[in-house]
């Protein structure tokens, strides 16, 4: 029986691709060890969204490929997974690192076991084609092996993305939008809430064009999100990655009227001058943007915006920037964070004129993540003296930490509090003392 150690890079979405893997592994009687040592094969699910991310890939790969050196008697074997292997179109990095054994794209998910077992067999090694459009999307028959905490799973609902924002590869890296079937996704999620979750992150690299591409299937994220609700048991959801131009006021009311959607709403805006959202292929201009934000703002109570934005995008203006640090000060997200703009190879904004020297756009970057900052913390301390609900992600010797329905896993801010006989997975009600480095502070009155 082959050891596997498996590295997981990038994003929620990513980690879902991952936890297949491990499904597959444990389905065909291999076993995972989280020691490198005990493994003969290493798997490495890359992103590659970006430099840097695909500079961890590179560093992780390099880190593979020492273990395999250090091995003396027994053959192993590296695996190269995920969003790098579809982006090295030009196979670049296979010929930078020919000791990896394997590369494997999105459509050779499925194909785990026959590659591992023909590494067992040596002779004959299996060779996955990676196909540059990829189309596959798992359902809810496919085994998963759950690597989140027990009370928090990710639901992923779609894969690809139609959207084609100038700046961005994904549509590139993992092909076009194709979402699951609803029923699918409902089976999924029901059977992740009777295993012990009480959180449902549901994600996609857009999960508010839900249903578009199978537009004779009658299928949106509303209709998704009112049979969710419907799933008996006490928990809650949270939505991740929508997009501004595609919420309508069904999406809305339903978010607003539901009693399991956390008023938290994750929407990268990117930026609000016209010209620039119009050459960043956003779909959506100022006025709608300022609309939406305006009517969710008015119809959900106590709401939570999580937003990005990106500085320095070509041709990008001082009075342009000047606009967008207006429109941060006067709207006050809570929770943001601001990417100064680099050129990503084969996409429209890299050819485009009148390009952004880096350090400026890190400077402006800079800038707007200052106020961001003092916004954020004058948010986390209006928290001072009140008592919120905290789901607890960890606990021991009595001191926790968990997060609040403003905090993302893995994303944002944390809670910090004392207590009897406090538990993973429970909520608490914690009454807020003071604030620390953005993290709330306090103790469970109950």
Request: glycine letters at 4%; hydrophobic letters at 40%.
């Amino acid at each position: 029986m082959s050891g596997v150690f498996l590295v997981s890079l990038g994003c929620p979405k990513n980690l879902v691709d991952t936890e297949l893997f491990a499904g597959t592994l444990v389905s065909c009687n291999r076993y995972i060890t989280f020691d490198d040592r005990q493994a003969d094969i290493y798997i490495i699910n890359t992103c590659a969204f970006i430099p840097s991310a695909r500079n961890e890939a590179a560093e992780a790969i390099e880190t593979a490929i020492k273990w395999k050196k250090r091995a003396k008697k027994m053959k192993r074997h590296i695996i190269v997974a995920g969003c790098l292997p579809q982006y090295d179109k030009d196979f670049s990095y296979r010929k930078l690192y020919p000791e990896v054994d394997v590369w494997m794209g999105v459509n050779n998910i499925p194909e785990l076991e026959k590659i591992i077992n023909s590494l067992d067999a040596e002779d004959k090694k299996f060779l996955p084609i990676i196909e540059k459009n990829p189309d596959y999307l798992y359902n809810h028959t496919a085994p998963r092996l759950q690597l989140t905490v027990p009370h928090m799973a990710y639901l992923k609902i779609a894969d690809g993305c139609d959207n084609c924002c100038s700046y961005c590869a994904i549509p590139s890296i993992r092909g076009k939008l194709r979402s699951r079937k609803l029923e699918s996704v409902v089976e999924e999620a029901k059977n992740l809430v009777a295993n012990g979750v009480n959180e449902l992150v549901i994600i996609a690299q857009d999960i508010t064009v839900f249903g578009h591409d199978r537009a004779e299937d009658n299928e949106n994220l509303a209709k998704l999100l009112i049979e969710l609700e419907k799933i008996e048991g006490d928990f809650k959801m949270r939505l991740l990655y929508t997009h501004p131009a595609h919420y309508t006021d069904e999406l809305i009311q339903v978010i607003k009227n539901s009693k399991k959607i956390l008023p938290y709403l994750d929407m990268p805006l990117q930026h609000i001058n016209d010209r620039i959202l119009r050459d960043m292929n956003r779909h959506i201009d100022k006025q709608g943007i300022l609309t939406l934000l305006d009517k969710l703002l008015a119809e959900i109570p106590n709401l939570v915006l999580r937003t990005t934005f990106i500085t320095g995008f070509p041709g990008e203006t001082e009075v342009e920037f000047n606009e967008l640090m207006d429109f941060i000060k006067k709207y006050k997200f809570q929770r943001c964070g601001v990417f100064g703009y680099s050129p990503e190879v084969n996409t429209p904004a890299a050819s485009m004129p009148n390009l952004i020297d880096t350090a400026i756009a890190n400077e402006r970057a800079k800038i707007l993540m200052e106020i961001q900052e003092k916004i954020m913390l004058d948010y986390q301390q209006s928290f001072i003296g009140k008592t919120i609900e905290v789901i607890c992600d960890e606990a021991e010797n009595q001191m926790a930490i968990g997060r609040s329905f403003a905090d993302a896993p893995e994303i944002d801010n944390r809670v910090i509090f004392a207590g009897k006989r406090l538990k993973a997975g429970k909520v608490y009600k914690v009454e807020i003392k003071e604030v620390n480095d953005f993290d709330l502070i306090g103790f469970a009155v109950q």
